[in-house]
């Protein structure tokens, strides 16, 4: 049976959720601080870029099971489940910053005039749950035991893709969903029902397990695209190929193609703080994540390697002073305006460093970036007019239309020959026959 669902937090997951699960027949109120982000949802205006999810929110509101407010009492009060969907960003010691979680807990602690489940969608370190579960017992002077429960907590954590977030959300791989209370599970198997008609596997498992199969996959695929980019470095100091490299270790079913694409070195919101947060993790239960560790230590490398690199390209130490750079990508990765620990903002910082000017492009991220580097960059919507009069053409994300750059056109209106492709989306060959001095990562 449709549920109604509150869903606290109207970011890239609490969005796109709000979207599906309503779209899934549930009635569904996303909530939001941010009282400039509920008056556009309302109006259909995506606060976000994600593929297609524009058609689902107007559909879904004006099909009247959608709707957007900032007044978080009366949405849990109306809510039987209650999705936390907020921020958990890293805080200066390096562990996940869970004030959110704890100010949206207080809120249903107030709110709880019924039987509700309460949902973790945030990622929160192994603990939090039950955490959780003991202080809305202790704030609302109800109990969570069996058999009659208050309330309920699972968790539910997330996996979706920036850039694929609407594609994951209704075609996820698995879903996870740890738990204690049967009413819980019969809740969640309605709010679900529609995946599990579509035969998408569901992991049933404890509130522990669950919280930490997101950071245990997380990590893992830090670890993959920091294995491979250390890989392309070796391959590029030995003469060997990191493509050819890459797609023959894919062929292996064991190890798989996808992940292995040499880049600047992961971003965005979720892979540094949660690996991070999982280090501070085994450290609070005496175990030292001493692979996880070296993995941020060799991501951060690599983000320097990039512009290392360049320098050796341009003329050793000093020689980018005065030089033009085309910074093509400021996004985190492709199909997405998220830039949270973007590659580009440390690279872009290090060229500032150096003394180059900045012309940049970015389909989708401009505005985002122009809000961390302001005045001190040139902001460019079309791709040509970042390259027109550049030394140096830097290409950071691996957007499509960068694969298929009109190269004669770039040598003709470009002041210098260098090319670095950090994300290797164009071809060398053709490149360096039209006399472009070109790299790319590992080949
Ligand atoms: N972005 C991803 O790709 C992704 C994927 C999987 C999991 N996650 C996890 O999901 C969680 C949310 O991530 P996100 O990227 O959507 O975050 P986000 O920063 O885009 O969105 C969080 C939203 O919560 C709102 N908010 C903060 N405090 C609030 C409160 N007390 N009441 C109501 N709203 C409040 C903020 O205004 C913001 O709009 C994080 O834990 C993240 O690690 C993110």
Redesign the pocket.
Known sequence: MAKNIAV???????LVSSVGLSDFGNYVTG????PE?VEKLNRGVPTIYELGLEDYLKRNLESGRLTFTTD?DTAIQQAEIVFL????PQSESGEADLS?VE??VGSIARNLNGFKVVVC???VPVGTNRWVKRRLEELSGKSANQPDPAFAVVSNP?????GKAVQDFFHPDRLVLGYEAPKAREYMEDVYRVLNLIHVPIVWCGLETAELIKYASNAFLATKITFINQMAVLAEAAGADIHVIARSMGMDGRISPKFLHPGPGYGG??FPKDTHALVSTGASYGVEMSLVREVIAANRQMKAHVVDRLLKMTGGPGSLQGKVVAVLGLAFKAETDDVRESPAITIVQRLLEEGATVQTHDPEALANFKALFGDTLQYHEHEFDAIKGADVLLIVTEWNEYRNLDLERAKNEMRGNVIMDARNVLEPEKARSLGFNYRGIGR
Not at 9 to 14: D, F, K
Not at 85 to 88: E, K, L, N, R
């Open positions: 606290i937090g109207t970011g890239y997951v609490g909530v939001d601080v941010n982000i978080i969907a907020v921020g958990t959110q100010q949206v969608k945030s990622t997330e996996f979706l893709r920036e919101s979720c």
